[in-house]
Every structure is written in structure tokens, then in C-alpha cells.
């Protein structure tokens, strides 16, 4: 079974930054595909960003393209979501999320592995 810890979340004001940081517990971030998904209150879980396995290959929601990166250190087994110019309406619960298999995805019920989350909150 795999952990994933998170940690990096916080209250920050408009326009500010964060880097949210997740590792997976007693496996090598180069073993999955990963992403990050958020839940606003009252909202469904909708995906921000994933990395390839293989490739490094990312992609990032039309939301936040632009203003958020994902990217993963192996040496740090580590995958990380930088966060710029920040929004109130990115504040949410952010995920980060595990897969088998080689490419990340943009739907919630491909992924085996959750972390616990982690609240981010932008306040204007």
C-alpha cells in the first residue's frame, strides 16, 4: 500500500505563492504517474495538473495554466505543485494523487492513492 504525504498548504493573500509538496511513503516517485486534483466546498473533485512516469510529460487545467507547475524531483522522490499568482477561487483541499501505468489522467476514478490533503486558502 502506498502513503502519500503532503504537506505545503496555507492561508496566503491574492497574489501570492505556495508549493505544495507530496512524497510517497516506502515507493520512488518515478514508479507512477501523479497529479494533484482540489475540492472546493460544495464543488467535485476536478484535477489541476499530472506528470508522466516516463517522460515527465505535464499537463495543468486551463484554470490555472499559466500560474501553476507540476514537476518531480527523483533525487528528492518528490513531486511538487508550485503555485503563482494565486486566486480566491483556488481556494480548495488539494490531492495529490498516484497511478500505475505510464500516463497521468484527468479523471478522479483512475487513481489508486489519495493523500490526505492539504487546505490551501487565498484570501482577497
Known amino acids: 500500500q502506498v502513503q502519500l504525504v503532503e504537506s505545503g498548504g496555507g492561508l496566503v493573500q491574492a497574489g501570492g505563492s505556495l508549493r505544495l509538496s507530496c512524497a510517497p511513503s516506502?515507493?520512488?516517485?518515478?514508479?507512477?504517474?501523479m497529479g494533484w486534483f482540489r475540492q472546493a466546498p460544495g464543488k467535485e473533485r476536478e484535477f489541476v495538473a499530472g506528470?508522466?512516469?516516463?517522460?515527465?510529460?505535464?499537463a495543468t487545467a486551463d484554470s490555472v495554466k499559466g500560474r501553476f507547475t507540476i514537476a518531480r524531483d527523483n533525487a528528492k522522490n518528490t513531486v511538487y505543485l508550485q503555485m503563482n499568482s494565486l486566486k480566491p477561487e483556488d481556494t480548495a483541499v488539494y490531492y495529490c494523487?498516484?497511478?500505475?501505468?505510464?500516463?497521468?489522467?484527468?479523471?478522479?476514478?483512475?487513481?489508486?492513492?489519495w493523500g490526505q490533503g492539504t487546505q490551501v486558502t487565498v484570501s482577497s
Open positions: 506528470i508522466n512516469r516516463s517522460s515527465g510529460t505535464t
Open positions: 494523487v498516484a497511478r500505475f501505468g505510464t500516463y497521468y489522467s484527468l479523471r478522479v476514478d483512475d487513481y489508486a492513492y
Open positions: 516506502g515507493r520512488t516517485v518515478s514508479s507512477y504517474a
